[in-house]
């Protein structure tokens, strides 16, 4: 009697990454099934510019790949479940005065644990999804680990940081050791696919112009009023179209004709002011974490060295995180990471994230910087 064939449940867009990770898990031998989720609807969001992803068109095009493959196919529907953990978080970070991630939260709570106990449910050993990042285990210690992928141009390891033990050793990421985005093209056009071309999402498949003020004012049925934009002496030096507008680190798009480039360093919710700077007060000397993971060991007892990442295309830099403990040595749930040296435009609400080398140490959501 055969062994029977090991089941894989892959999460598909409709873009080319998805398309090729499905077809390189028929070739491991899996038998695999194809879903995409649908994640909010067009009424709510209104329609879908070019560049996101979660169409129609998207759908159609995972289920013709899907279909050529000879996978059944399903879309599940996880609208609820989306503006939830993920439209309401990202709405709420700015109102609060912050920068969300929402890309983070819907690999999190969508891919990373919907889909996951889906794929339960469905008798699945592993999900499937087309990011670029490698999970391997180390031989010593028997943890999962999660590294960066060998294509480091593409590299998605800092919105994955969160995958506990469980999850990475349910999970595939195909792509990860690619040296290039065109040989992913490739194998596409090798098996005929209609999306081999196709361009990569970029924007966030919620927000449809682009404009985050305008997605929020329309989702929550608020105006946020005018204020002012002051320097970080109080001094007034025009007004802002509404606080939640304006993010830690910008100066395009101010609307302000002044002396010398000035950049958003903070914002005041209750006084509805934009602080600006020139630019020493948008450096950091730390920061400090809250919901942390720790991946290659458990919860450090003492302080790691490091490279960080505050976000997604930011430069890693050397530093040195530390579990914050009580009087009595118990840990209050919180991170403190030191830069070498002061770090530009550290933003509430974005994640911080460890390495060593090529291997992801953990990371967090950033809850405050320390000047």
Not at 258 to 279: F, R, S
Not at 335 to 344: G, I, M, N, S, W
Request: aromatic share 10%; glycine share 8%; hydrophobic share 35%.
């Amino acid at each position: 009697m055969s062994e029977a064939k090991k089941k894989a449940l892959v999460a598909m867009s409709g873009g080319v990454d998805s398309s090729v990770a499905a077809a390189l898990m028929c070739d491991a031998g899996y038998d695999a099934i194809g879903v995409t989720m649908k994640l909010y609807d067009n009424e709510t969001v209104d329609v879908c510019r070019e560049n996101t992803c979660c169409t129609l068109e998207d759908t159609e095009d995972a289920r013709q790949v899907a279909t050529s493959l000879g996978m059944p196919y399903y879309v599940f529907n996880f609208t609820e479940d989306f503006d939830r953990q993920v439209i309401e978080r990202f709405v709420r970070t700015y109102e609060e005065g912050g920068t969300p991630n929402p890309c983070i939260d819907c690999n999190r709570y969508m891919k990373h644990e919907k889909l996951y106990h889906r794929a339960e449910t469905l008798g699945c050993d592993v999900i499937v999804t087309g990011h670029y990042a490698r999970i391997e285990q180390d031989p010593a210690t028997g943890r999962w680990l999660l590294k960066k992928a060998k294509n480091l141009a593409k590299d998605q390891s800092y919105v994955l940081y969160f995958l506990t033990q469980q999850q990475l050793a349910h999970t595939m990421f195909p792509l990860g050791n690619f040296a290039s985005k065109e040989e992913v093209r490739e194998i596409a056009e090798k098996y005929g696919f209609i999306n081999a071309r196709k361009h990569d999402s970029q924007d966030i498949c919620f927000v449809v112009n682009g404009d985050y003020g305008d997605f929020i004012e329309h989702y929550t049925g608020k105006c946020f009023a005018p204020g002012k934009f002051v320097d970080t002496e109080g001094h007034i030096l025009g007004e802002h179209k509404g606080i939640i507008r304006y993010t830690i680190g910008q100066r395009k798009g101010l609307g302000l004709a002044l002396p010398a480039p000035m950049y958003v360093c903070g914002k005041d919710m209750e006084k509805n002011e934009v602080i600006l700077t020139t630019g020493p007060a948008l450096y950091s000397s730390a920061l400090i974490a809250d919901h942390f993971n720790w991946i290659p060991f458990d919860e450090p007892t003492e302080a790691v060295r490091v490279t960080v990442k505050t976000r997604y295309k930011a430069k890693e830099v050397p530093a040195t995180a530390e579990v914050l403990r009580d009087e009595h040595g118990f840990s209050i749930g919180r991170v403190l990471v030191r830069f070498d040296q002061p770090e530009r435009a550290v933003a509430t609400g974005q994640a911080v994230v460890l390495y060593d080398g090529d291997t992801v140490v953990g990371g967090g959501t950033i809850r405050e910087a320390i000047r």
